[in-house]
């Protein structure tokens, strides 16, 4: 085809990635309304130019780096690894509070931030698989994976736990899940889930009777009594999204008819989950949030 003429790798993933970048245009246009009456005098379109530019960023950036050999992001991860320990560190301490969760970098002069936990994500996942590959007949003993695995799998973890918890459960499933790949041995696995499911059980203990002790502990246990309990006035987030899902329904209602989403203005990412659950058909938002 000639419009891949140009691009190397995987055809689908560059197809995935043009077209969730044009959703993310709809998306992102049809949920700033509060944002541009609060910030840019209702100038939705100065939002809409802000993202386009850096969609057409971020692509030149994906095409530049594909350009690139592959064994490079191995050397990088090395690096990689060292570097994010001090940028998780900085963010706890002096990042962008949001939801009293400190989770954002700001970049000086454009006026963007960035989460600190994506760039761990990456370099962490691309560690995991590196240590896999050269040390496989390393990783034959328990202690050899603690060594050269959960250390520095747990530690990132770790420093992305307090302000994300969904970010480093997800990203320690990930990790086990690569380590599943790399044959590891399924008995370790399972030792690890064990332990997994050990932390869960303390740290729940520790929510419930001291949820001062750790950040955010106070909100996580608000959160499961909230859900238990099924207090509406408090699930202010949850509620906007079961609307979406009630009203949207098989088939969705379409751009430009969605009502609720405006108010839902506390999280975007739970905005934009909610504006795709009622503009689009069940199945097409659940394609959608599967690739990002």
Avoid at 56 to 69: A, E, S
Wanted: aromatic residues 12%; glycine residues 8%.
């Amino acid at each position: 085809m000639k419009q891949f003429a140009y691009l190397k790798g995987d055809r689908v993933i560059w197809t995935i990635v043009f077209l969730l970048s044009l959703l993310s245009i709809l998306v992102v246009y049809s949920s700033v309304v509060t944002l541009a009456h609060k910030y840019k005098q209702g100038n939705t379109e100065a939002y809409l130019i802000k993202h386009g530019v850096t969609i057409i960023g971020g692509i030149f950036i994906m095409y530049m780096v594909h350009k690139l050999k592959y064994t490079l992001f191995s050397r990088v991860a090395q690096i990689g690894i060292l570097f994010v320990v001090p940028l998780l560190l900085f963010t706890l301490v002096k990042g962008v509070s949001a939801g009293e969760a400190s989770r954002w970098i700001p970049i000086p002069g454009i006026g963007l931030t960035f989460q600190s936990s994506d760039v761990a994500k990456i370099i962490l996942i691309i560690f995991v698989a590196r240590t896999l590959t050269i040390r496989q007949d390393q990783l034959e003993d328990f202690k050899s994976i603690i060594k050269y695995l959960l250390l520095p799998i747990g530690f990132i973890c770790l420093l992305i736990f307090p302000a994300n918890f969904s970010t480093a459960a997800l990203l320690f499933l990930n990790c086990l899940f690569l380590m599943f790949v790399g044959r590891i041995k399924l008995k370790f696995i399972l030792y690890i889930l064990g332990g997994c499911v050990g932390f869960a059980l303390l740290l729940g203990i520790v929510i419930y009777q001291f949820p001062d002790l750790i950040p955010r502990g106070a909100t996580w246990k608000a959160r499961i009594e909230n859900f238990s309990e099924g207090d509406s006035k408090n699930n202010y987030q949850s509620e906007q999204a079961k609307i979406a899902i009630a009203t949207g329904g098989i088939i969705g209602k379409g751009p430009e008819k969605v009502h609720n989403v405006p108010f839902c203005h506390k999280l975007l990412p739970i905005l934009f989950m909610l504006l795709l659950l009622k503009s689009m058909a069940y199945l097409q938002a659940l394609l959608c949030s599967s690739y990002t």
